[in-house]
């Protein structure tokens, strides 16, 4: 945070399970770990270790670019105890006397079920980040590392992109702004369609920075825009 200021940096709190598992933690034996103890659930079942990370995070916000987003949400109530153990982290470092500031608190929308409450979600959070793996991995029902049908798992399907658009809609509703990460953020093909969806900013692997940030200066957005409702009528279409 100090090398950066005053450029903002995310944090992402512990994204653990499913396909990333690590020593000193001790994980069920699950039949499809995808679905199951990962991200924010195994943090709240384990607020000793999820509570020393927010206690970090709070120390660390006193440069005053620190912001936070919570992985693999789908339930509202998850962005609420996160909230009360901030609250009861803020409390102990004041008791111990240790310097602290408070952080913006977003979410990963990876989830349709986080999609679905997004306008709620919005109310709660000050930002979003798509996390387009993930989302179109639970969108289509398709594992993206299965060996024969990761290619189908495609994060310009109509279905995916409506849940985009439906997520942005729902943050900016509320005066929110929407990130996208993973993988689509970085496609060439998708940038113009994530512009035209009005999405606020993408996160791109070091590598693809240059490739994106020239396809983004660019974009004409009349045009981003009429590609983005052509790619949802798809949807309509085939609906």
């Known amino acids: 945070?100090?090398?950066?200021?005053?450029?903002?940096?995310?944090v992402r709190t512990l994204d653990i399970g499913g396909d990333k598992?690590?020593?000193?933690?001790?994980?069920?034996?699950?039949?499809?770990?995808?679905l199951g103890w990962r991200g924010i659930?195994?943090?709240?079942?384990?607020?000793?270790i999820f509570k020393r990370q927010l206690r970090a995070l709070?120390?660390?916000?006193?440069?005053?670019n620190v912001k936070v987003m919570l992985p693999m949400v789908s339930d509202i109530e998850e962005v609420r105890r996160t909230k009360t153990l901030i609250d009861e982290c803020a409390a102990e470092l004041d008791l111990d006397g240790v310097p602290y500031a408070r952080f913006a608190l977003g979410i990963m929308v990876e989830t349709p079920a986080a999609v679905l409450i997004a306008p709620a979600l919005a109310?709660?959070?000050?930002?979003?980040?798509i996390g387009t793996n993930d989302l179109t991995q639970y969108t289509l029902a398709i594992d993206r590392g299965h060996p024969s049908l990761s290619a189908q798992a495609d994060g310009l399907h109509p279905a995916v992109l409506s849940l985009i658009d439906m997520t942005v809609r729902a943050a900016h509703a509320h005066g929110k702004w929407v990130g996208v990460c993973g993988e689509l953020a970085a496609d060439p093909q998708a940038v113009a369609v994530l512009l035209g969806l009005d999405v606020d900013e993408l996160s791109v692997s070091a590598r693809s920075i240059a490739e994106v940030k020239a396809l983004v200066r660019q974009a004409d957005h009349q045009t981003a825009r009429a590609l983005?409702?052509?790619?949802?009528?798809?949807?309509s279409a085939a609906a």
């Open 123 to 129: 109310k709660e959070v000050a930002f979003f980040s």
């Open 1 to 10: 945070a100090r090398a950066f200021a005053p450029y903002p940096v995310i």
């Open 41 to 48: 659930r195994m943090c709240l079942d384990r607020p000793d």
């Open 21 to 34: 598992p690590v020593a000193g933690i001790e994980f069920p034996d699950e039949e499809n770990p995808f």
């Open 228 to 235: 983005a409702r052509e790619s949802l009528q798809q949807d």
């Open 58 to 64: 709070l120390r660390a916000a006193v440069h005053g």
